[in-house]
């Protein structure tokens, strides 16, 4: 019995990290003023984009999640849905909304949630791309709403 309450603590302390209140602060790319809250006591590590593109990365301490905030450069000033058709996305998007102002898309890949969320701004869309365990979703939502809802041009 000891073992079993053991190894659930111990499963369920991943879980607990994301939804103990977390401090927020405001991450601003100077280049674009492409701004948004992030709540930087869940994710600890950053890094440079990958691509040397604008913006950054963000992870947790133990990358089990990251977080980019990213400024990509639209320079056709294309709707969302035509920028997100361009972009190909894969298949099997369970959660799409298109608007003139933006797009989401999530889905599940390789046992991880991925949400991507972009604002239309002159020239530019404006994103935060979010990946995180499936098993942890419950846990996870408030971030990733309040990560989408505080994103700003």
């Not at 600890?44 to 593109?53: S, V």
């Not at 639209?74 to 933006?102: Q, W």
Request: positive net charge; hydrophobic residues 40%; proline residues 7%.
């Amino acid at each position: 019995m000891f073992r079993l309450l053991a190894v659930l603590v111990i499963s369920l302390a991943p879980a607990t990290v994301v939804a103990a209140s977390a401090e927020w602060q405001r991450y601003v790319i100077p280049s674009t003023g492409t701004n948004v809250e992030i709540p930087v006591t869940i994710f600890t590590g950053d890094a440079e984009l990958p691509d040397g593109g604008t913006g950054r990365r963000f992870f947790t301490d133990d990358r089990r999640a990251d977080l980019t905030v990213q400024s990509v450069a639209n320079p056709e000033n294309d709707s969302p849905a035509i920028f997100l058709a361009k972009k190909n996305p894969p298949p099997g998007i369970i959660y799409k909304r298109v608007t003139p102002n933006f797009f989401v898309v999530s889905s599940i890949r390789n046992e991880r949630i991925w949400y991507n969320r972009c604002n239309r701004s002159a020239r530019t869309m404006n994103c935060v791309m979010i990946n995180y365990p499936a098993a942890e979703k419950r846990q996870w939502d408030h971030v990733v709403t309040r990560i989408s809802h505080t994103l700003a041009n």
